[in-house]
């Protein structure tokens, strides 16, 4: 048996530290009972800093035998060399809530863990970044209005701090001066556009965009090119709810202010006709509430990590005695919320839903209780795994060929978008991004990265690691470096621009 | 032949062979094991464009680990503080710490990778390699006063090595200046070299401008006029410009800039996977025979292919090829089916 205790420092914490003995003793108990080989068992243990999640404080993660799925029928056998590790299963420990159970109740966890856990699933066992939980993050920004008048709070004050770390004016100002110190080395060689792009993806309320277009402005009038007259703003946002919020903030700048409804995976759907062409694209934390998956790799052996969503039993059991239906009939409800969204889902089921309210009460039990369960399966090779429709797992090689035992999100929504949006940029261009970041592969051995639920929404840390690596592939300088206008943060900034 | 087809140099460069090149600068693959790859390498980039249809083969350049590592790290006297990559196709950090010793001679085995090149094709070649203005640009630091006299240093390494690729057989050779439309006010400087490096050596000569296609993406924009009146001077008997992806808006500055030689046509956006039609190609061709009579036009992409995938490389070529044929058709019967490998200006000084 293999234990991979990752929060280390919990272990020697001045305060709370973990008694990490209290919690394995009964789990190994458990297992010694219930597993007939503990050499092909692993445990885990994390620290999920998210006290929403998708995890129950015991789980069990099987292992899928090469060939075994679907999806490895029609390849030839994986090669295996004889330094990998077979496991059977790896049962996971969140350290946190465990410490807050007895040794029985920690034990029958375990015990139930591995005999199979009792949740009603919601779908097949697929890669995460297709899980419906993507669904609900779609669902909370398409129904934010909803959303938030059943929470009574906007979703800036469940932000750290109560607001996004874009409305920076010192930030502003610094990225304006390096705009204009560039377009002054273009001017000089005849070579300034007429136009003068700048790219906002995920505008939030709109307040980044009119710090900084007032401090453009301001600076503008200081400077004296008349920069703001070529200004293009492009606002760009996944709902319309949000950038109908963001254009009314930036009223007083409409005739340098365009609106677009696009998927951050892809910006250049909509924003195709300015490849190449845009100065700044501006992004705040956008990247973390994009799908991902997760790869591990682990005795040697590489394995994607499918999931499934499911609730609780329980919970099947609470939604449907509030909603008047069977139990068997509430997995069905959730595709349809998803689809519909909650105004319509009331319409199509008023069986069910006596209004809008009883809908959006639906979605958020159901978001509270949803659970994934997981399971690893070998890649057959990376390149035959795809990262994104256009970039193959191959890009992952670098970041694992040191073989030591790692899993780490390979944030497929994150890299698409930021791939995709670095051919936007002119060859004097720079994309700034505040986000959270996992800059180190190192860390994922240390830490919980996700997934987390973040009201509505699912937080995942962004593979820096990883962007940074495909950014270097395409040309660019790809630099982190810790939010620098507001202590105690999380928050990373990425910077990329041209190199060479 | 009227419209000849050729490429720029570059072809492909697929992931494992990328792979490959990067374990070697790792030191994983032997230097003889890479070889016989890249060998391996250029005999199907060969066969792929022989079977595109493509009039003028090159050999992709498949052996060079960038377009300028591969020549400036071979010359005598230039140093690389760091040998090692963490990918192949990284630049290297070099310097000129001391002046360059005087040439002796080629070295830096240009003419052995076109004789292979000859060895394996029947068809005219092209042969293509980096010019001493943009390869001075990445050095970063030297002892020379001016970096004109740099580049004037670098040109007479370049001119050895025409001397011998000529003397082993070659009749077209290019140079390419990838790093000129990012330093438009030395055009004279750039020019000069270009004639240092052709001075003497009687063979047919390309000079290829682009804005770049380092990752697929160009380096710099603005327009051909930066190179006028200044390329008129050079010794050259073609300019090879790119069009495909930036439109044909710069081609009337070749007419107007007083351009009276040969023209290799950018027809195809290397920077894009998307397969042009043969329709958008001879559509291309038609428009810049308004500016340019038939037999001073050469079709080919706008710089080397080298970013796309080879399937998309590959159909590019082919639509390259069917949309001048169908140019072709419409202008009267065919004068010669050979290609014309003579020189149009005199060399020699």
């Known amino acids: ?500 | 032949m009227l419209l000849p087809t050729t490429v720029v140099g570059s072809w492909p460069v697929p992931e494992w062979l990328e792979r490959l090149k990067t374990d070697h600068y790792r030191g994983r693959v032997s230097r003889t094991q890479l070889d016989d790859v890249h060998d391996t390498a250029i005999k199907a980039a060969i066969k792929d464009q022989e079977l595109a249809g493509v009039d003028i083969v090159s050999d992709g350049e498949l052996r060079r680990d960038n377009d300028v590592d591969y020549f400036l790290a071979r010359v005598p006297g230039v140093v690389l503080p760091l040998s090692v990559k963490e990918f192949y196709y990284d630049y290297y950090t070099v310097t000129v710490p001391a002046p360059l010793p005087p040439v002796e001679g080629a070295s830096l085995g240009l003419a052995d990778d076109y004789a292979f090149t000859r060895a394996h094709t029947d068809r005219p070649i092209k042969f293509s390699f980096t010019g001493p203005f943009s390869l001075a640009q990445r050095v970063a630091e030297h002892v020379y006063p001016t970096r004109a006299e740099l580049v004037h240093r670098l040109a007479q390494v370049l001119h050895a090595e025409a001397v011998a690729l000529a003397a082993r057989g070659a009749t077209r050779l290019q140079i390419d200046e990838p790093y000129l439309a990012g330093h438009p006010q030395q055009i004279g400087d750039a020019v000069e070299a270009v004639n240092l490096v052709v001075d003497g050596v009687d063979v047919r000569w390309g000079l290829h401008v682009c804005y770049g296609n380092r990752y697929a993406r160009p380096s710099w924009e603005g327009h051909y006029d930066f190179l006028f009146p200044a390329v008129l001077d050079a010794r050259v008997d073609e300019l090879v410009l790119e069009f495909g992806r930036k439109g044909d808006e710069d081609l009337p500055v070749l007419a107007h800039g007083g351009w009276d030689r040969d023209v290799g046509l950018g027809v195809i956006d290397v920077k894009d996977p998307a397969v042009e039609s043969a329709a958008t190609v001879a559509n291309r061709i038609r428009r810049a025979l308004e500016l340019v009579p038939a037999e001073r036009l050469v079709i080919n992409p706008d710089c080397g292919l080298r970013n796309l995938p080879a399937a998309n490389a590959r159909a590019k070529l082919a639509v390259m090829v069917a949309g001048t044929a169908r140019v072709r058709e419409t202008l009267g019967p065919p004068t010669a089916t050979t290609v014309d490998d003579r020189p149009t200006v005199a060399t020699a000084s």
């Open chain 1, 1 to 500: 048996m293999l234990v991979d205790f990752r929060p280390h420092t919990r272990l020697c914490a001045t305060r709370d530290a973990v008694d990490f003995g209290a919690t394995l003793g009964p789990v190994v108990e458990a297992l010694g009972a219930e597993c007939t080989d503990l050499a092909r068992v692993r445990v885990v243990a994390d620290w999920l800093q998210y006290r929403a999640n998708f995890r129950e404080p015991v789980t069990v993660r099987p292992f899928v035998a090469a060939g075994a799925t679907d999806a490895d029928m029609a390849h030839d056998p994986v090669p295996k060399p004889p330094t990998v590790r077979d496991d059977d299963l790896e049962l996971a420990l969140d350290v946190r809530r465990c410490a807050g159970l007895d040794a029985p109740a920690l034990r029958d966890l375990a015990r139930r863990a591995i005999r199979g856990s009792d949740h009603v699933p919601l779908e097949g066992w697929g890669r995460m970044s297709e899980s419906c939980i993507w669904g609900f993050n779609a669902l909370y920004w398409q129904a934010l209005d909803l959303w938030e008048q059943a929470t009574g709070r906007s979703y800036e004050q469940a932000l750290p701090g109560g607001e996004s770390d874009a409305r920076n004016r010192a930030g502003a100002r610094e990225l304006i001066a390096e705009l204009f110190a560039a377009w002054d080395r273009l001017a000089e060689r005849n070579a300034l556009p007429p136009e003068l792009y700048v790219v906002e993806l995920g505008v939030g309320n709109g307040t980044q965009a009119k710090v900084f277009l007032d401090e453009f402005v301001a600076a503008d009038h200081e400077h004296g090119h008349e920069y703001y007259r070529r200004l293009h703003y492009l606002m760009c946002d996944y709902s319309s709810y949000v950038l109908e919020l963001a254009r009314k903030t930036v009223a007083e700048h409409d005739q340098h202010v365009s609106s677009f409804v696009l998927d951050a995976t892809s910006p250049r759907t909509a924003l195709g006709f300015l490849k190449y062409k845009v100065f700044l694209v501006y992004i705040s934390n956008v990247y973390d509430n994009l799908p991902t998956d997760e790869v591990a790799q682990l005795g040697g052996r590489t394995y994607g990590v499918q999931s499934r969503a499911c609730l609780p039993r329980p919970a099947v059991d609470e939604l449907a005695a509030t909603t008047g239906a069977e139990p068997e009939r509430v997995p069905a409800l959730v595709p349809k919320l998803l689809r519909l969204g909650p105004a319509l889902l009331a319409e199509a089921a008023p069986d069910h839903f006596g209004g809008v309210e009883d809908a959006v009460a639906f979605w958020r039990r159901t978001w509270a209780a949803l659970r994934l369960e997981e399971r690893y399966v070998p890649l057959a090779g990376l390149d035959l795994y795809p990262l994104t429709p256009e970039i193959s797992g191959e890009s992952l090689r670098p970041l694992l060929e040191a073989g030591a035992d790692v899993r780490m999100h390979v944030s497929n929504g994150a890299v698409a978008s930021f791939v995709d949006t670095l051919t936007l940029l002119h060859p004097f261009g720079t994309l700034v991004c505040h986000d959270l970041f996992v800059t180190d592969v190192q860390a994922y051995r240390t830490r919980f990265a996700g997934p987390g639920k973040y009201d509505g929404s699912v937080v995942n840390w962004v593979n820096g690691t990883l962007l940074a690596h495909l950014g270097r592939r395409r040309g660019f300088e790809v630099a982190y470096a810790p939010f620098a206008h507001r202590d105690g943060t999380n928050v990373v900034t990425l910077t990329a621009h041209v190199r060479d």
